[in-house]
């Protein structure tokens, strides 16, 4: 296992050992290491609800109305951009 891998896989399990429930993903190639290991993590009956959107924007509108309702944390994973207009 690389070690961007072994890093996402232990990164994730700290976050849902912490109660995690919730997580955003915009996926994007810089990211893959995280979004595997949060779609590996998401397995039915894991407790962790993964929610996928395409637009940046869409997915921490997402997670920002999830924690709202839930009152918990909610994790958001988006490549790395810069809004340029």
Do not use: Q
């Amino acid at each position: 296992m690389n070690p961007a891998t072994a890093f996402a896989v232990t990164l994730v399990d700290e976050l849902a050992r912490c109660g995690l429930a919730e997580a955003v993903l915009a996926p994007g190639s810089r990211s893959a290491p995280l979004a595997m290991a949060l779609w590996d993590r998401a397995a039915p009956g894991s407790g962790l609800r993964l929610h996928v959107r395409i637009d940046e924007r869409s997915a921490s509108f997402t997670a920002l109305g999830l924690a709202k309702a839930s009152r918990r944390p909610t994790a958001v994973l988006c490549p790395r951009y810069t809004a340029r207009p």
